[in-house]
C-alpha cells in the first residue's frame, strides 16, 4: 500500500498519510521508528505495511513523489 506523507510531527514521531484512494491513515512513533527512518516530509511518497485489521504497522519504504 502507498500514499504521501499528509502530515509529520517531527517532536512524536507520528503523523498521517493519505492512500492513493484519498483515505487518511494515521501512524504513531513505533510505526515510524521500525521502518528505520530519520525524518519525513509532508508530500513524500511512502509504503505502508499494515496488519490484518488495516492498521499501519510501520512505514517500510520511501519513494519518490
Not at 503523523?15 to 512513533?29: H, K, Q, Y
Not at 505502508?48 to 512505514?59: F, S
Amino acid at each position: 500500500m502507498q500514499g504521501t506523507v499528509a502530515t509529520f510531527d517531527v517532536d512524536v514521531r507520528d503523523g498521517a498519510v493519505l492512500l492513493d484512494d484519498g483515505t487518511r491513515v494515521t501512524f504513531g512513533a513505533a510505526a515510524f521508528a521500525a521502518g528505520g527512518l530519520r525524518h519525513l516530509r509532508v508530500g513524500q511518497r511512502v509504503r505502508l505495511e499494515t496488519d490484518e485489521d488495516g492498521a499501519v504497522v510501520r512505514v517500510t519504504l520511501l519513494t519518490m513523489p
